[in-house]
């Protein structure tokens, strides 16, 4: 069973920095692109960042790009995700979703993680 | 790149049936879609992919009430027999190869 449990989270000052992880389990993690997908507040879902398989291939929304950095560790089955320069506006709930392809934006979404709470606030 | 627009909301009755709709902006109406249910204060959860054609391909689990149809530009998710879990939001996605993946705003859906 395909399983993703994402940690990190927290509340971090404007202007600050967090590291977002997720665990990836129940697959084989380097055939499968990773994305994060965020929502904040009552609002709906928006892509953050892809990247693909072997790790080679990344992608960004122009909202965070030049702020946050994605990557992998396929030994460890690990997601990262590491925000900088944090805004109130990347107030959200982070989730690691998978694809179904190895290459990144080629598919749709087939599994979620739980998702983890970050919060920019003073 | 694509945008893919939804009703906000949509309310039907305990036991019939409803359909959503997400539109596909022009120049992307052959794009394939996927349809998650994200219930209140759950994470999303996948239900099909569906393409262009109408072929559709549920996620585990999902059940057979769940169903996925197209016409052009419009994609369909159809509930039969709602029942009370059925209320949730219900968003469709979309990617735009080497550049990003889009969402819709969602749909509220209430059983009343």
């Known amino acids: 069973e395909v399983h993703l449990l994402e940690s990190g989270g927290g509340l971090v000052q404007p202007g600050g920095s967090l590291r977002l992880s997720c665990a990836a389990s129940g697959f084989t993690f380097s055939n499968y692109a990773i994305n994060w997908v965020r929502q904040a507040p009552g609002k709906g879902l928006e892509w953050v960042s892809a990247?693909?398989?072997?790790?080679?291939?990344?992608y960004y929304a122009d909202s965070v790009k030049g702020r946050f950095a994605i990557s992998r560790d396929n030994s460890m089955n690990t997601l990262y995700l590491q925000m900088n320069s944090l805004r109130a506006e990347d107030t959200a709930v982070y989730y690691c979703?998978?694809?179904?392809?190895?290459?990144?934006?080629?598919?749709?979404?087939?599994?979620w993680g739980q998702g983890t709470l970050v919060t920019v606030s003073s | 790149q694509p945008v893919l627009t939804q009703s906000s909301s949509a309310s039907a009755s305990l036991g019939s049936s409803v359909t959503l709709t997400c539109t596909l902006s022009s120049g992307h109406r052959s794009y394939t879609i996927a349809w998650h249910q994200q219930q209140p204060g759950k994470a999303p959860r996948y239900l099909m992919k569906l393409a262009g054609s109408g072929s559709y391909n549920k996620g585990s689990g999902v059940p057979d009430r769940f169903s996925g149809s197209s016409s052009g530009a419009d994609r369909y998710l159809s509930i039969s027999n709602l029942q009370f879990e059925d209320e949730a939001d219900y968003y469709c996605e979309t990617w735009d190869s080497n550049t990003q993946k889009v969402f819709g705003g969602g749909t509220k859906l209430t059983v009343l």
């Open positions: 979703a998978k694809d179904p392809l190895q290459i990144s934006l080629a598919g749709t979404i087939d599994y």
């Open positions: 990247i693909s398989g072997s790790g080679g291939s990344t």
